[in-house]
């Protein structure tokens, strides 16, 4: 008993601090990025769907690798692409169907 608890000290410590969670992600980011502007073009109903889509699709991938991610700025979509060859079938296969609705940019 008393070597599992110096062994969970001991892995408690040799964890880095980026590893370390005390709570949820912040909400926002602090990008200098402008707001998008009220009247601006509204994504086609077809696009809104695949984003739809692959957040859903995509939400345990975040969970697992970007929990941490502050959202913004490209924050999450950058986080994802580094874990790209670790992202579940579903989250991969929604994320093309996005970048091919955008033409292969996002």
């Given at each position: 008993m008393r070597f599992n608890a110096i062994f969970a000290v001991a892995l408690l410590f040799a964890l880095?601090?980026?590893?370390?969670?005390?709570?949820?992600?912040?909400?926002?980011?602090?990008?200098?990025?402008?707001?998008?502007?009220?009247?601006g073009a509204a994504?086609?109903?077809?696009?809104?769907?695949?984003?739809?889509n692959m957040h859903k699709?995509?939400?345990?991938?975040?969970?697992?690798?970007?929990?941490?991610?502050?959202?913004?700025?490209?924050?999450?979509?950058?986080?994802?692409?580094?874990?790209?060859s670790q992202l579940s079938a579903t989250c991969t296969a929604a994320w093309k169907n996005l970048r091919a609705m955008h033409g292969g940019h996002g």
């Open positions: 880095p601090a980026s590893a370390q969670t005390t709570g949820p992600a912040p909400a926002q980011t602090t990008c200098n990025r402008q707001p998008h502007q009220p009247g994504p086609s109903p077809q696009l809104a769907a695949a984003r739809h699709a995509c939400a345990a991938d975040m969970a697992t690798y970007c929990s941490n991610v502050p959202r913004g700025c490209g924050a999450p979509k950058h986080c994802l692409m580094e874990h790209q």
